[in-house]
């Protein structure tokens, strides 16, 4: 994604300014669509997903799916306990490289995602009065954050779904979304995003190139400049503003001088920092936090990302929305937009200090991080997977098909656990030890 708006954010910013910036943003958002859709095109190109499991009979009957085969003593040393499994790696992997239409999806987002901020903060700047501008634009930087709040809402709806929901009957799927291998319909959520990008170029499109100019803006005491609330460089001789009659040879020309003062410009340079700064532990926070939840607070994919959409991000978007409205009620300036920020900023940055003080215990999985006995374990051996209850059914530690046992321990896998026997069907199978 990133990769595709540095591509091209440059010149967007530059040379959009002068063309029609309703219109440009229409067609990102088509763009955006467009990648959207492509990054959903493996679902549909590669075969339905098969689930990996331990239990592997040659009959359909459920009345004698035992883990643990009759062994004669020839066969029962322990260097010969994988060998009479079969293999549950993968049988041959996939020739088409899929990870291609997603990074090329990625690219074309990226690309259609790069004149909404510019081109659209500098339409509002243009022509909305100054005192508002502050309060318009903490409007579409809240509005941004929201919509990465619903995105997880729709993530959290879509991996409770089944990854081949409307292909296969769902009574014959055997897991459920708290197991590992789990796979959501995360195809779904691609195309509806896709979809509601595409209906959102409709009223860009029919926007017009330039507003009218409020009253204000016409006070004659005031240069265009001091009106505006977003300030031009002193160094720019000469701005290209929306109402001049377009001249690409002119453009082409200042494009490095202008490129060159905006880079030589400290203010610039220190915001720049600032942002990719700020940008690196929001990504971060979006990226691993839902992990972190899922992983460490032992919760199923789906619910990390509804506590992800319900409680971080709105909060993101009340103090992007409530600063725009502070700085509209007390008039602040540059100077004191930026100690304003930096009050906050590191206010936020000590509260996260906390985050270091929380924390759960570990699942209690036999053989790991506890022993069948149920005590702790201190250290990890891959013999602990063996006990007296399943040292002789032959079980291979290389097998993952974990199950949870009355006790509340969970198992490696049905063998290790001791089963011989289930009854039930698909997600409701429950096994028995004889």
Avoid at 4 to 15: D, E, H, P, Q, T
Avoid at 144 to 149: F, M
Wanted: charged share 15%; glycine share 8%; aromatic share 10%.
């Amino acid at each position: 994604f990133e990769i595709g708006n540095l591509l091209v954010i440059a010149f967007v910013s530059y040379f959009g300014a002068k063309l029609h910036r309703p219109k440009i943003i229409a067609v990102g958002c088509v763009l955006m669509s467009l990648g959207t859709f492509l990054m959903a095109m493996p679902h549909f190109i590669n075969g339905r997903y098969k689930i990996e499991t331990s239990i592997r009979s040659s009959m359909n009957s459920t009345a004698n799916l035992s883990p643990c085969p009759i062994i004669s003593s020839e066969s029962s040393k322990p260097g010969d306990r994988t060998s009479m499994l079969p293999s549950t790696g993968c049988v041959q992997e996939s020739s088409i490289s899929m990870w291609i239409y997603v990074l090329l999806g990625n690219i074309l987002r990226g690309i259609g995602e790069t004149p909404v901020q510019p081109l659209g903060i500098s339409y509002i700047d243009d022509y909305a009065q100054s005192e508002n501008a502050a309060l318009y634009i903490g409007c579409v930087q809240t509005i941004a954050v929201i919509g990465p709040a619903f995105g997880f809402l729709l993530g959290s709806l879509c991996a409770k779904l089944y990854v081949d929901i409307g292909y296969v009957d769902m009574e014959t799927v055997t897991i459920t979304p708290q197991d590992a291998r789990w796979v959501g319909a995360w195809w779904l959520g691609y195309l509806i995003a896709g979809a509601i990008t595409l209906m959102s170029a409709v009223p860009f499109w029919f926007l017009p190139k330039s507003l009218p100019v409020p009253l204000v803006k016409h006070d004659s005491s005031c240069s265009p400049d001091q009106t505006r609330f977003i300030k031009d460089s002193p160094a720019m001789n000469h701005k290209i503003r929306p109402e001049e009659p377009a001249n690409l040879h002119l453009m082409l020309k200042e494009f490095v001088p202008t490129l060159k003062n905006l880079l030589g410009n400290p203010v610039y340079i220190i915001y720049l920092c600032v942002t990719i700064i700020q940008f690196n532990s929001l990504i971060g926070m979006v990226t691993y936090k839902p992990k972190y939840i899922e992983q460490h607070y032992g919760q199923s994919a789906s619910k990390a990302n509804l506590l992800m959409g319900m409680i971080n991000i709105p909060a993101v978007a009340l103090g992007m929305f409530s600063g725009g409205v502070i700085m509209k009620k007390y008039k602040l300036d540059v100077l004191g937009a930026a100690k304003f920020a930096f009050g906050t900023s590191l206010l936020g940055y000590f509260l996260s200090l906390f985050f270091l003080a929380m924390g759960c215990e570990n699942t209690k999985v036999a053989g790991i991080t506890v022993s069948y006995t149920g005590m702790d374990n201190r250290s990890y051996q891959e013999l602990s997977l063996f006990s007296d209850c399943n040292s002789g059914c032959m079980c291979s530690r290389k097998e993952w098909d974990p199950v949870c046992g009355e006790n509340g321990v969970t198992y490696v896998s049905p063998c290790l656990a001791g089963c011989t026997s289930s009854i039930g069907l698909g997600r409701n199978m429950v096994r028995h030890i004889l």
